[in-house]
């Protein structure tokens, strides 16, 4: 039996950023203001599987592409931009992405949720929309982004593309202990495609949790920011280190050195959920739970 969880937006609040953050997006943000819009802060649900990611693409379908689409049919030429709190990679899941839409219009927040999800397709659900300050921006204002990595120790009819199956045993303690290596400042090269060269590969984990859930060992991965395909690769080297193949030893050196070795550990991105985005400084105190209940 699978039990899904829904999440609402209760936990989240809105606070804004430093300005200073943004100005690359100075340009773009001036032709905006000088219009009359408005902007709505979305809390949206989608399941990866069937989308090339959430970044809009020409030639794939995404997840900003959709609701992009759909939000053009609600509003005509009155739309004017859609941006989330953050990538998700091919396939990857989102238990709650946060997004600004600016719009010319005067629809009230819960009607512009009900024209959405009218037009969106079953696996992409609009959770709520809130009017928010036009200063207010998804991915600038956020504070600290989780994800979720689910493995299941049993094969799953129903929930295979929500996990990742491993038919070896797994130590939990050893993966257990060896994830807390993660946390603190650390230089992901060796975890990321990512360039060093072009883009900071350095990253602040604030925390990183593990639980036993039935048949499934959930891990879940708090920090500022995530590189592409960082937290897979992470998921992989510790399920390596739980099948006794690598060890704590092997996790220093790849944070110490790049390497391209746990490349070929990348866990599959249907295990994985973009879990929650917050906009304070407070810490999350939200339970480690599993997304799905393997019984």
């Not at 995404?62 to 859609?82: H, N, P, R, S, Y």
Request: with cysteine; aromatic share 10%.
């Amino acid at each position: 039996m699978i039990e899904k969880k829904f999440h609402s937006k209760n936990r989240f609040s809105n606070k804004p950023a430093n300005k200073s953050k943004r100005s690359r997006f100075s340009q773009d943000k001036s032709k905006a203001f000088s219009q009359n819009f408005s902007r709505y802060k979305l809390y949206i649900e989608y399941e990866g599987t069937r989308y090339s990611g959430w970044q809009k693409q020409e030639n794939a379908k995404t997840i900003q592409g959709t609701i992009i689409k759909a939000a053009k049919e609600v509003f005509g030429d009155d739309f004017i931009d859609l941006q989330g709190s953050g990538r998700t990679d091919s396939g990857v899941h989102a238990i709650c992405q946060v997004a600004h839409l600016d719009a010319k219009t005067i629809l009230a927040p819960e009607i512009i949720r009900i024209k959405l999800n009218d037009l969106l397709p079953h696996d992409i659900n609009i959770l709520e929309v809130e009017k928010a300050s036009k200063e207010f921006h998804a991915r600038h204002d956020a504070k600290s982004r989780s994800y979720l990595y689910q493995i299941s120790r049993r094969r799953t009819a129903f929930g295979k593309n929500f996990v990742w199956w491993i038919k070896d045993e797994l130590d939990f303690k050893k993966m257990e202990s060896a994830a807390k290596l993660f946390l603190g400042m650390n230089n992901f090269a060796s975890f990321s495609d990512d360039e060093p060269e072009e883009k900071s590969t350095k990253v602040l984990i604030d925390d990183i949790q593990l639980k036993e859930d039935g048949d499934l060992i959930l891990i879940r991965i708090t920090g500022s920011h995530f590189i592409w395909k960082m937290v897979r690769r992470i998921a992989g080297v510790l399920a390596e280190v739980g099948r006794g193949r690598k060890s704590e030893k092997d996790i220093l050196f790849y944070l110490n050195n790049r390497t391209n070795e746990p490349v070929k550990f990348t866990a599959p991105p249907s295990g994985l959920f973009l879990e929650m985005v917050t906009y304070s400084n407070e810490p999350i105190e939200k339970e480690l739970a599993a997304f799905i209940k393997l019984s």
